[in-house]
């Protein structure tokens, strides 16, 4: 049992050579990726720091980047910087929130790497943005901003915290302006991943997207 259950806290493959980590109570059960590239690994969002997932990372090559998403998943940003000399990439209004820390900041894009971008999606909260991986026809990791609903679709979801519902709606045509079916096949958000059933990731991205109404969105505030 003790192994089953070591085993059952262990990150989980979802695409290629992209894991998922188990919910982080400390981001309210939030999900955090793990980008495995040649000299690239990358963090998207802060898992939970514990001796399982720092044993998982330094068996993996460490990490190059911590990728925040938004200041919701910052947790313990600065536990990982210190202990894997990791650079932290947050968009520049949430980058106060990590005094002392050597942080990268952008304000609409940044160049990671070649297929590897980040972009800004405000509406979640004032920096909140999105990292797209070229690979496996095209991730997105939308953070909270796009979210699975109970049917496993990505919806924006309004809560009581939502910085800014109308931009947030914004944020998501620029999305689906910004892709294409051909470049944007995958999502992997950072929370309600339960509604997955087990998947990992939504599929069918771009289609699901381009079919919302998002004027409808906007009035209904949808729902998970």
Known sequence: ?????????????VLDNILAFPPNRETLGATAYFIVENQTNILVDCPAWDEIN???????????LLFLTHRGAIAKAREIQEATACEILIQEQEAYLLPGLKVTVFEREFVVSDGIKAFWTPGHSPGSSCLYHSGSGGVLFSGRHLLPNREAAPVPLWTPKTFHWPRQINSVKS?????SPETLQYICPGANTGFLRGKGSIDRAFEQLANLDLAVCLQ???EP
């Open 1 to 13: 049992m003790k192994q089953q259950s070591l085993v059952s806290k262990q990150p989980r493959p």
């Open 54 to 64: 720092q044993t998982f990372l330094r068996e993996h090559g460490g990490v190059r």
């Open 175 to 179: 999305i689906i302006d910004r892709f």
């Open 220 to 222: 209904s505030k949808a």
